[in-house]
């Protein structure tokens, strides 16, 4: 075989090499955006399953609320009950939020709500701390 072609098959070895190598890291760094993206669509739905439950318990508080305003008989247990219940599904929905924002790659800043990249210092919008 011709040396030169023998040279243009290596070189071409070496680029199928390094071509397969990068197809790999492509397809691991696809398959971790993928398994982010369940995990997040996982936690919101869990979100949004709380808040559904909170609104059935704000409907139920209303419901006690109005039937004393009617001059029924209400538990004072049965209402903090439901309102334990609510502070209980905010906590979690707190919860949740933070480990969300915990897997973004971005930050809100607190002070004028701008998203900055989670390496920020300082807000690129106001200046603060972040």
């Given at each position: ?42 936690i ?11 609104e ?49 790659s ?25």
């Amino acid at each position: 075989m011709d040396a030169k072609v023998q040279t243009f098959l290596d070189k071409i070895k070496v680029m199928a090499e390094k071509t397969g190598k990068a197809a790999g890291r492509a397809a691991d760094a696809a398959g971790k955006k993928a398994t982010e993206l369940a995990s997040a669509t996982r936690i919101n739905l869990q979100i949004f399953d709380l808040n559904t439950e909170c609104e059935v318990c704000y409907k139920e508080i209303g419901k006690m609320v109005y039937d004393l305003h009617q001059g029924a008989e209400v538990s004072n247990d049965e209402m903090d009950e439901k309102i334990a219940s609510v502070d209980e599904k905010q906590a979690k929905i707190a919860a949740l939020r933070e480990e969300l924002s915990g897997m973004k790659s971005v930050v809100t800043c607190s002070q004028c709500g701008r998203q900055c990249s989670r390496e920020d210092t300082f807000c690129s919008g106001c200046g603060g701390a972040l």
